[in-house]
Each structure stands twice: as structure tokens, then as C-alpha cells.
């Protein structure tokens, strides 16, 4: 079981992921995000990450081709996250791995609607559409995963220590990420929550 803690705004909080063995840590550069976090602090915390054995995700939504390379450029992510409409020909630009997150309240096919971003490396099944952004502590309704997509799907929306155990079993999810439901407060992470969550992890013999 891999783990992305997003939506993280600080060096303790990527420290704490990396000494909780998390594998990932998701910065948002969405400018109405709670969670957001601008140019100068997006650099500093993904070079901040490299130290660690952590993979640096910066995830934005419908951004043009000219901040997604200033992006790219300046913070040398290792993954860039789509979060928003972005078509395939527009996320396949950039020379940086890339994650489709995929709309779960609004697509129909999902299997269709992933096949059409192949480039993609994995694919992000989030609680967003209908106006709705990633982030809102929703779960959308889980299904098991396809066993010939299960290695690129990353199970997110609405997952938390009381029930992460049952999305896990559900789903036969390998990959998960996690932001409301390590905050104390919308926006802000609590690290007695990030704690509990990997203990959760653990405890139900979920990491790999």
C-alpha cells in the first residue's frame, strides 16, 4: 500500500510524512484552494522533499501552459497532478511525469475516460465535479478496481482513520491519498491525525 498526504503547506508536515514512511506529499497550486500555496513556497518545500524518500507531487487545475512550465521549471516536481479539464494533448506537454485526477461525481465511464489520457502514469479517483473540488471530505460510492487498472488508480475523496480500512477492502486499492481527513481544521493538517492514519495503515496491515 502506497499513501500521498496532500495538500500539505509546510517542512514539519513533510517531515513528519517522511518519518511516518508516507510516499508521496501533494502541494497545491490552485490559487482558490484553502490549501494553497504560491511559486516561492511550492519550490522551497519540493526541494525541501528531495532530502527525504518521498515523491514531490504539485497538483494544479486548468492552469495554462505558461505557469504549468514556470512550475515544472522552477520546483522541478516529480509528478504534476491534473485536477481540472485538462485535455490529454495539454497534460502530455510538459516534460515531468503526470496524474489525471478523474471527476468521479460527474464521469459516467471512467474506464473510457482514462483510456483516453494513456500517457498518464496513474490516475486519481477523487470525490470532484458538479462544481465540486477535491478536498471535500466526501467519498464518492467504491466499487472494486479492475484488476488490469488496479496498478494505476489512486483511491482517494473522503478517506479518514475510521474509514480507510473499509475503502481498502472494497476497493483493493494499492495506492491512496489522503487531505481532509488528516486536518484539524479545513486547510490545516493536524500531525496527530497524519500519525493516526498511518498507525491505521499499519494496523490493518495495508503498507507494503
Known amino acids: 500500500m502506497q499513501v500521498k498526504f496532500c495538500g500539505l503547506q509546510n517542512k514539519l508536515d513533510v517531515a513528519l510524512a517522511a518519518s511516518l514512511q508516507c510516499d ?4 497545491i497550486m490552485v490559487p482558490d484552494s484553502r490549501r494553497a500555496v504560491g511559486l516561492e513556497l511550492a519550490r522551497e518545500l519540493t526541494q525541501f522533499t528531495r532530502q527525504f524518500d518521498l515523491t514531490s507531487v504539485i497538483l494544479v487545475a486548468d492552469a495554462d501552459s505558461h505557469t504549468v512550465d514556470q512550475i515544472v521549471n522552477q520546483c522541478q516536481p516529480d ?9 490529454a494533448t495539454f497534460c502530455q506537454q510538459f516534460e515531468v511525469p503526470y496524474w489525471k485526477a478523474v ?4 464521469v459516467q465511464d471512467w474506464p473510457r ?3 483516453s489520457y494513456h500517457l498518464a502514469q496513474r490516475f486519481v479517483l477523487d470525490t470532484y465535479g458538479n462544481g465540486k473540488s477535491g478536498g471535500s ?3 464518492f460510492s467504491w466499487f472494486r478496481f479492475p484488476p488490469e487498472y488496479i496498478s494505476r488508480l489512486i483511491l482517494a475523496g473522503g478517506l479518514t482513520v475510521d474509514n ?3 475503502a481498502v477492502s472494497v476497493t483493493g486499492a494499492e495506492f491512496i491519498d489522503v487531505s481532509s481527513g ?3 481544521t479545513p486547510g ?6 497524519m500519525q493516526q492514519f498511518m498507525q491505521a495503515v499499519n494496523n490493518n496491515a495495508l503498507k507494503s
Open 24 to 27: 508521496a506529499v501533494g502541494f
Open 79 to 87: 509528478i504534476i497532478q491534473f485536477h481540472g479539464n485538462e485535455s
Open 103 to 106: 471527476p468521479m461525481l460527474t
Open 113 to 115: 475516460y482514462i483510456e
Open 137 to 139: 471530505g466526501r467519498s
Open 164 to 166: 480507510l480500512a473499509e
Open 182 to 184: 488528516i486536518e484539524k
Open 188 to 193: 490545516v493538517k493536524s500531525q496527530t491525525l
